[in-house]
């Protein structure tokens, strides 16, 4: 999705002319630049497409009394038309406590709050009678559950990936991780009884001609976020539509099934076309 400062709706109407999958957005409270409300966007972009997938990547769950997330989502669901695909994730460092700190929830139970969350969403959304907080709760009207992305490459996330989720959303992560990562998550849900989750991947992206000072603003902001260099600059997606493509195809071979890509320049609309080529150019 656009940065502040571009329309959304137009984005979203431009992305679904070309053909593409689904929409991401991102989801903070408090972060270290600024953001719109998640779910106010999702909104805006449902009124406006009628196909593209609208996804939430991710929902910071813990942030939220999980009674009103499940409303939201239930909601986004009916508004759009079943076309919610939502990702959720504990939040981490990066961006400090602030919204934590806001919300009146301890920074250090992020994921087991998460956690207990997803062990009741479910229902919730789906409009049945649920336990929380010592009672049963119905949410009406209900909606169908949309396909549930958990979040996060650590050891935790994909605990939590293989318990709760239809699919594992890395993002920043290097090929090699992301296929180390699938093998051990088929592990954990066989564990579990559960199918091997599908993978999404989040990468950043910035196609055709690209000032090198942009893309060396993008390495320092994600060594900011807590990357490495070696880390920042390999999964960075750069070059010919043709060349994205093939760096997609790898991404497909390590067990990725869908990838969210990321662009972080000003030309949001002029990228969302080059994407567009390059899912188009994929062997």
């Not at 009628?50 to 909601?75: C, N, S, Y």
């Not at 564990?191 to 320092?220: F, I, K, N, Q």
């Amino acid at each position: 999705m656009p940065g502040v400062g571009v329309d959304p709706a137009a984005f979203a109407r431009h992305a679904e002319e070309l053909g593409l999958e689904s929409l991401w957005h991102g989801d903070h409270l408090i972060p270290v630049t600024p953001f719109l409300d998640s779910t106010m966007v999702m909104a805006a972009t449902a009124a406006v497409t009628t196909r593209i997938g609208l996804g939430f990547g991710v929902m910071v769950l813990a942030l939220r009394p999980v009674a009103w997330a499940a409303k939201q989502v239930a909601t986004l669901q009916r508004l759009s038309g079943n076309r919610v695909l939502l990702g959720v994730g504990a939040g981490g460092d990066p961006h400090g406590d602030a919204a934590w700190h806001a919300v009146g929830v301890p920074f250090a139970e992020r994921g087991s709050r998460t956690d207990a969350a997803l062990r009741v969403l479910p229902g919730l959304v789906r409009g049945e009678p649920t336990p929380l907080n010592g009672r049963d709760v119905v949410l009406a009207p209900g909606a169908p559950v949309p396909p549930l992305l958990v979040g996060g490459d650590s050891r935790a996330a994909l605990r939590r990936a293989a318990r709760f989720g239809d699919h594992w959303y890395p993002s920043f992560a290097t090929t090699a991780r992301i296929a180390a990562g699938v093998r051990e998550l088929a592990d954990l849900a066989a564990a579990h009884g559960r199918p091997t989750p599908g993978v999404t991947a989040g990468v950043p992206v910035a196609l055709g001609d690209v000032p090198a000072s942009a893309l060396e603003r993008r390495v320092r902001a994600m060594r900011d976020y807590g990357l490495g260099e070696e880390q920042a600059r390999e999964v960075l997606v750069t070059g010919t539509p043709e060349r994205a493509a093939e760096r997609f195809a790898e991404l497909a071979e390590a067990g990725v099934d869908r990838v969210v890509a990321m662009p972080f320049t000003d030309d949001r609309f002029r990228q969302a076309e080059l994407v567009a080529r390059a899912a188009a150019a994929r062997p």
